[in-house]
């Protein structure tokens, strides 16, 4: 038995939830998520709640429960408050910029990078601070991930663009000739 699968989820006042079999739609303040479940698991709707049960008890059902109980807790948690992931940037010289949907990043290349934020993410720049808002989870988590990739930290001094939760495990660098 799934721990996770077996808790509802409370449905809140200001979210809208359509179950169509395995096609499940929410609409909230923050947004609209659609999804298509696995055919193993079955959706239902109660008053101010939604349970997932698996279809039968062979192993892919219920190995498949927990996540897709987990994918439809960050659904509605998405279209209610949304998810925001922070990258912070260190190095001389490395600035960020929002104009619009277009993300610029000047990382020490000779060029500055322009990334096209996707349909959902919006992004917002304090200082060294990268903030990607939206309401898919796993979008906001893809565009962090990409954005850091432009230019990973090092270890030595440090320099990149790393989530703002990450620790980077510094290494010490050469040392002179020893007499």
């Known amino acids: 038995m799934s721990r996770i699968g077996k808790k509802p989820i409370g449905i809140p006042d200001k979210v809208e939830v359509k179950v169509n079999g395995s096609l499940v739609d929410v609409k909230g303040p923050k947004g ?3 999804y298509t479940f696995h055919k193993d698991v079955k959706i239902e709707k109660a ?3 939604l349970n997932v049960s698996p279809v039968n008890e062979s192993t892919s059902a219920r190995a498949i429960w927990g996540m897709s109980r987990t994918l439809l807790g960050n ?3 998405g279209v209610t408050t949304g998810f925001i992931k922070s990258l ?3 190095g001389v010289g490395y600035k960020a910029a929002v104009s619009g949907t277009t993300l610029t990043l000047n990382l020490g ?3 500055p990078i322009d990334y096209k934020l996707p349909k959902g993410v919006t992004a917002t720049v304090t200082k060294n601070v990268i903030e ?3 309401c898919d989870k796993e ?3 893809f565009v962090a991930a990409q954005v850091r990739s432009f230019r990973e930290p090092e270890p030595y001094k440090g320099k990149g663009l790393k989530y703002t939760d990450e620790t980077i495990i510094r290494k010490a660098g050469k040392t002179g000739a020893k007499k």
Request: aromatic content about 10%; overall charge negative; glycine content about 10%.
């Open 32 to 34: 609209h998520l659609t």
């Open 47 to 49: 008053d101010k709640t």
């Open 75 to 77: 659904m509605v948690t």
């Open 88 to 90: 912070e940037f260190n």
């Open 109 to 111: 290349y000779s060029h």
């Open 132 to 134: 990607l808002h939206g």
């Open 139 to 141: 979008l906001v988590g």
